[in-house]
């Protein structure tokens, strides 16, 4: 026996994709700018590695131009050799992408998107982080040698030295 109340039944979806929400504006559209000067990337490993020092961490730091292609580097006394390749790859990744490179990590443990990791170029390790300097990406910072967050505090401490120079080169 059936009865017909009147009612309209509406099936909601099971589970909407958060991937298929279509952004207005395009997301991490930072322009690029003129790669950055050996001696600001010299700068910026400078700033990175006394914030490592005062913290004993022994880390590898790099900065990447603007493109992704090395700059500069510098490996502490006693930071891990597998290290150094894990802080290019953080600077070149941060450039390229034109995000930290915690939003891989992010986007990978806290929202399950794997698929990131099919991407060529991404490490979903924070310690990356694009050096803007009047609103255009002139670089990037990568560390390795700790843990993530140690990684991210001594980018953090380098990154922050671009704000401290003039404009011009």
Known sequence: MSRNTGEIVVEAPMHSNPLDVIPDEMPFDVPYGPPI?????????????????????????AVADSGGNPVAFQRMDGAMPASIQIAEHKARAAAIF?????????????????????????????????????GVIIGAI???????????????????????FPAAE
């Open 37 to 61: 000067s050996l001696d600001r990337a010299q700068a910026v490993i400078q700033a990175a590695v006394a914030e490592a020092k005062e913290r004993r961490w022994k880390m590898n730091v």
């Open 98 to 134: 034109r995000r930290r490179t915690r939003v891989f990590e992010d986007g990978i443990n806290l929202s399950h998107l794997n698929y990131l990791l099919a991407f060529d170029g991404v490490i979903a390790s924070r310690g990356g982080i694009p050096l803007i300097d009047n």
């Open 142 to 164: 990568g560390v390795s040698g700790g843990t993530d967050s140690q990684d991210e505090v001594v980018g953090e401490a380098g990154a922050n030295v671009i704000h401290q």
